[in-house]
């Protein structure tokens, strides 16, 4: 069974501190990873993939994705009140179901102003 | 340019209606998908078309029909549905489905409500 599992929140950070997201997932061979902000009412729009071990940071964005411990994170620097939004954890888990996003179930960040 | 357009809006109709909902993408992409939300839930993949084919068809009922005229539209029509058929319908594209790392790409989404 192939799962991707996220603390649904609400996680509260004041602004201008770090926002750090969690995700972990069940295969071991899964082939990408995913994250997705969604604003109340909108469609998710695409912040970061990351494929390999390691980080990858794009602007106050950094995702981080450690394989043998099957977690991802998303950590969100300077945190601004336009940050505030649930943020969905998505894998691929590869093989036949390359086509087939697995969700978790989405972790709602506040920003405190 | 990603984007990825749907109409209308806003749908509401009744259980006896007759409806569609529309997709647009012009980036090349040739996967396509239609899911469906309901509130605090994440998506729910309903239908895949690669290349202009439909590919995966995750078990929905009948009462929802996906159609591909071409590589750039992609329609879902909408017949005798239940009230519990409410919901964000999402529209995507990637690339293409054979890659594990093909990135899917949101439209703004239908909002439908069932009367």
């Known amino acids: 069974q192939k799962e991707v599992e996220q603390n649904s929140g609400p996680l509260s950070v004041p602004e201008g501190a770090i926002a750090s997201l969690n995700c972990t997932y069940s295969?071991?061979?899964?082939?990408?990873f995913f994250w997705y902000r969604q604003y109340s009412g909108k469609s998710p729009e695409l912040i970061m993939s990351?494929?390999s071990n390691g980080d990858k940071e794009d602007g106050r964005f950094t995702a981080q994705l450690n394989k043998a411990s099957q977690y991802v994170s998303l950590l969100i620097r300077d945190s601004q009140p336009s940050d505030s939004a649930t943020y969905l954890c998505?894998?691929?888990?590869?093989?036949?179901?390359?086509?087939?996003?697995?969700w978790g179930a989405g972790t709602k960040l506040i920003i405190k102003p | 340019d990603t984007e990825v357009t749907q109409t209308p809006k806003h749908l509401v109709m009744g259980m006896t209606n007759k409806k569609s909902l529309k997709c647009e993408q012009h980036?090349?992409?040739?996967?396509m998908y239609w899911y469906k939300q309901k509130a605090k839930k994440p998506p729910e993949l309903m239908f895949v078309?690669?290349?202009?084919?439909?590919?995966i068809n995750e078990s929905v009922p009948s009462r929802f029909s996906p159609e591909c005229p071409n590589s750039s539209l992609l329609n879902l029509h909408l017949h005798a549905l239940q009230p519990e058929d409410s919901a964000l319908y999402l529209c995507?594209?990637?690339?293409?489905?054979?890659?594990?790392?093909?990135?899917?790409?949101f439209g703004p989404g239908t909002r439908l409500t069932v009367l």
């Open positions: 995507a594209s990637s690339q293409e489905t054979y890659s594990s790392t093909d990135t899917q790409y």
């Open positions: 295969d071991r061979v899964s082939q990408s």
């Open positions: 980036m090349g992409h040739r996967a």
């Open positions: 998505a894998v691929n888990f590869g093989g036949d179901s390359n086509y087939q996003l697995i």
């Open positions: 990351i494929y």
């Open positions: 078309y690669s290349y202009e084919k439909l590919s």
